[in-house]
Structure formats: C-alpha cells, structure tokens
C-alpha cells in the first residue's frame, strides 16, 4: 500500500461565515480555528521560525479570491482578548499590542482581498460585532462578549459598539469611530488632464474626499448603479464610473498619499444627503465604506457642503452618519448580515507557500500600499 510523501499534508478545513455591511463584504474567522490553521503551517515547514502575519495576507489572498476562494473584500479574524483562555497564543501576539487591549472584550485583525493590511474598516466592525454576539449564544462561557454593547480593539483605536434591533434578517449595529485627523482641506490635485479640489482625512485609514465640480460632473452617474443593492450586485463592477475609477488610480499613487488612500467622490444631494463612490486600496470599488462615509461627512462639514447629521447613499444601501460636537467622535449606524457559513479546505497549494520569509503586508501602517 502506498503512503503520503512526508511533506504532504490532509487538507485542513477552515470553519468561516460569510458577512456583509451593504454589500462590503468579508470572510469571517474565529481566532480558535485561525490557531489550529496556523499549527498546520508549523507541520509544513522544514526549518526556520514562521512568520504569522504573512501566512494571514496569504490566507487572505485565498479565501477572498472570488474566483477561486470564498470571495470577500477581507479577512477579518476575531479574536478574543487575553482574559478568555481559549484564544491561542499564535495570533495573541499580533494584537495584544492595539490601544487600549486590555480595556477591550474584543480584537480583530482585518486583511484587505490583496493580502494588505488596513487599520481600520467601518462595515467590517459591525460584522465582527454581529459576529462575536452570534457566537456567545453558541459558546456562552467561551469567552465572548455577552453583552450587547462592547469594545473592539483595532490597531488604530479602541472601537465602542453597540447592536440594536434585527430589521429583515439584518442586525442594526451602531459603531463609534474615532476623530477625524485632516490631513489638508480643498487642495488642488493634479491628475491627468483636470485639476480637483480634495480633503484629505484620516479615520486610521487615508481618504481622499472630492466633491462634485464641473470637471466631474457626478450627476451623470446618478442612476448608472440602479438595483445593486436588490441583487444585482454580479453588474457593479461593469456599472461602476470608468472614469472615476481611472482618476481614482491616479489619486492612490500621487506623492501627497505615500500609504495609498481610499478615494471617495461626492454628490451632495442637499444639505443631509450625499452619493459616494468609493474606490478603496487594497480591493478597488466597493458597495460600501463605512469609514469612507464618516470622512465623507468630517470633509462635507469643514468644507460647509454638509451638515454634521448626514445620510450617505453608497451603491449598496444608506447609512446614517453623525459627526458630535461635544465629543467629536464619529457614529454611524447601519446593517450587518449573514449571507452563508461553511467550511473552506487548505491544502498544499497553500501550505506549500515559504512563510519564514519576512514579506508580509500585515506587519505596520508604513508598509501599506494599496
């Protein structure tokens, strides 16, 4: 009877639910079986320490190719902080390091489809807190929050949550993200053959916010994505603004974003309504960008364009954004939903990869470029 090579391994299936905040949508894990995941990767190495952070942009690149994968805009890895004893030590160390983690009942490592990293993900949040509510009902003494109102640690901030209502099988999830940074206010960037004037925001992700102008003419665009968001999501690539996306291009590799940025275009609709097309590193044009929106509106108040109680319609639903000004935080309210569970099979061809080498996209802000 034949056996295995040494070095082939059993397919290792990786339990997952699939999720959405407007269409932006992600691959969620538990930290439990991202750990037994990630002991795979110590069985297929022949020598030499592993590097964690690039077997996850790795992983992240698998899962979310939506040709070959699960597909997703991201990864997003739910961890559970130090004081639950289940969350295993492989992947403790990339967070226990986040602001305020030992304040938080939660932390999560987010990884864009290319395999970057990003700091900050608005739809994402309100996953993870859908998520991590969903498996304290199946785990109840396992370590996750039990409690409807939480705090998330990120690599940017520490990020309060709170869920409410389930309105046609979504859950309704309000998050509070820190104060807007600007960066620089109406600059004149040059890209190609037209001059735009943009804000510049940092939500722990860059943005870059334009509003409608005459070289724009956004209105144009006003119907083109109609029905995206009631199943017909399979045309918003095709239906998506060639020209915003050739321009957004252009803006990510300008020298005023050395990081890359999340290029946001905005029509005001009057004072406490916008369109926005976003067009975001790491994975091009999305349904929704929940930070996209708060800078949309943080840019839309200093410009005196918008109010600070906005609603934003981006191609896959509305949300609900308010800039305070007492605390200066922003919050937005909108959906988190299950689309679908399973299980997804790594095999060779992914524990095959050298993961010793030191070339992950996950490992700091500064190494980001999409």
């Known amino acids: 009877m034949e056996t295995a090579a040494p070095n082939h391994l059993i397919p290792h299936s990786l339990p997952f639910t699939k999720m959405h905040g407007l269409g932006n949508d992600f691959v969620m894990v538990r930290d439990v079986d991202i750990n037994s995941a990630l002991r795979m990767t110590d069985l297929g190495a022949s020598s030499g320490e592993i590097d964690y952070a690039a077997a996850l942009s790795r992983l992240a690149a698998t899962v979310c190719d939506r040709r070959f994968g699960i597909g997703a805009d991201g990864l997003i890895v739910a961890v559970r902080t130090a004081s639950s004893s289940s969350a295993g030590s492989l992947i403790e160390k990339l967070v226990s390091s986040y602001p305020s983690y030992e304040h938080c009942d939660l932390a999560w490592i987010y990884i864009n489809s290319d395999g970057s990293s990003s700091d900050m993900c608005g739809n994402g949040l309100r996953c993870l807190a859908y998520f991590a509510r969903l498996n304290a009902t199946q785990e109840p003494d396992c370590g996750w929050p039990q409690v409807d109102n939480f ?4 690599r940017a901030y520490l990020v309060p949550v709170s869920l409410a209502s389930t309105v046609s099988e979504r859950k309704m999830v309000r998050t509070k993200l820190a104060a807007p940074e600007v960066l620089f206010v109406s600059k004149k960037l040059s890209v190609g053959d037209i ?19 005459p070289e724009l003419e956004l209105t144009q665009y006003q119907d083109c994505m109609q029905g995206i968001s009631s199943g017909a999501s399979s045309t918003f690539a095709e239906k998506f603004p060639v ?9 990510q590799v300008l020298p005023d974003f050395p990081q890359g940025v999340n290029v946001e275009f905005v029509l005001p609709l009057g004072r406490d309504r916008a ?6 590193r790491g994975c091009g044009p999305t349904l929704a960008c929940a930070s996209g929106a708060a800078a949309v509106v943080a840019a839309g108040v200093i410009e005196e364009r918008l109010n600070r109680q906005c609603c934003v319609i981006l ?3 509305e949300l ?8 200066n935080l922003i ?14 099979s790594l095999d060779d061809s992914f524990y ?16 980001l470029i999409a």
């Open 352 to 367: 095959s990869s050298d993961f010793r080498s030191k070339h992950s996209n996950c490992e700091s802000r500064e190494e």
């Open 331 to 344: 919050e937005l309210n909108g959906p988190a939903q299950i689309a679908f569970s399973g299980e997804f």
């Open 275 to 280: 369109l926005v097309y976003v067009i975001e």
């Open 151 to 154: 705090k998330i640690a990120t």
């Open 195 to 213: 001059t735009l004037s943009a804000t510049a925001i940092d939500m722990g992700n860059p943005h870059c916010v334009i509003f409608d102008c």
């Open 243 to 251: 020209r915003l996306l050739n321009l957004a291009h252009q803006i």
């Open 315 to 317: 191609p896959g639903g």
């Open 320 to 327: 609900e954004v308010t800039w305070s000004s007492l605390d």
